[in-house]
Antibody, heavy 124, light 108 residues
Framework: QVQLQESGPGLVQPSETLSLTCTVS????????WSWIRQPPGKGLEWIGY???????VYNPSLRSRVTISLDASKNQFSLKLNSATAADTAIYYC??????????????????WGQGTLVTVSS | SSELTQPPSVSVSPGQTARITCSGD??????GYWYQQKPGQAPVVVIF???ERPSAIPERFSGSRSGPAVTLTITGVQAEDEADYYC???????????FGGGTKLTVL
């Protein structure tokens, strides 16, 4: 059974880079798409982006200029970097496995399972 | 940009049927998905590809579609179903993922 675990600093200084890692166990990271999703305290979900293999990434247009998602197959991990962090980036950050594909012209993508989430606060 | 709209809150008594509808311009062309999130926990998918249910999800959860809207139905609501529910889909190109704002289901 695949499990995901987020790790990284819980406090980030404004204007610095927010960096998180997701460690995957129970499955090969090379076989699936993987996403980052965040949730500001008391608010809704926002998809950040996904990665497949080491070269295919797609980012939310609202965050594209500040986001990098990368993958380390040797460690079965993928990572998130969000530059120029502000208080608006304070959120619980989740990593998740994408269930994605296409049957003919019908494409699908949902998220299962998710990591437990990690709270990152941007504050001085 | 594409958006998904769902009611902020729905309230039902135990044993009744709860329906949460999610609408969006891109929904006629994209599948809808539903997640349940309980306090302090990560979201869990309860419906995928409009109306398919993961094996671990109780049969009282079902999904349906009508044009630009998808609906999550919980038949015979139980106290344990009290949670936030989020719909998810994609933009019209199918490239970007979008979530609805969430619906808080209260079991009276």
């Amino acid at each position: 059974q695949v499990q995901l675990q987020e790790s990284g600093p819980g406090l980030v200084q404004p204007s610095e880079t927010l960096s998180l890692t997701c460690t995957v166990s129970g499955d090969s990271i090379s076989s699936f798409y993987w996403s980052w999703i965040r949730q500001p305290p008391g608010k809704g979900l926002e998809w950040i982006g996904y990665i497949y293999s080491t070269v295919s990434t797609v980012y939310n247009p609202s965050l594209r200029s500040r986001v990098t998602i990368s993958l380390d197959a040797s460690k079965n991990q993928f990572s998130l970097k969000l530059n120029s962090a502000t208080a608006a980036d304070t959120a619980i950050y989740y990593c998740a496995r994408d269930r994605a594909g296409c049957r003919g012209s019908n494409c699908y993508r949902w998220f299962d399972p998710w990591g437990q989430g990690t709270l990152v606060t941007v504050s001085s | 940009s594409s958006e998904l709209t769902q009611p902020p809150s729905v309230s039902v008594s135990p044993g009744q049927t709860a329906r949460i509808t999610c609408s969006g311009d891109a929904l006629p062309d994209q599948y809808g998905y539903w997640y349940q999130q309980k306090p302090g926990q990560a979201p869990v998918v309860v419906i995928f590809k409009d109306n398919e249910r993961p094996s671990a999800i109780p049969e009282r959860f079902s999904g349906s579609r009508s044009g630009p809207a998808v609906t999550l139905t919980i038949t015979g609501v139980q106290a344990e179903d009290e949670a936030d529910y989020y719909c998810q889909s994609a933009d019209s190109s199918g490239t970007y993922v979008i979530f609805g704002g969430g619906t808080k289901l209260t079991v009276l």
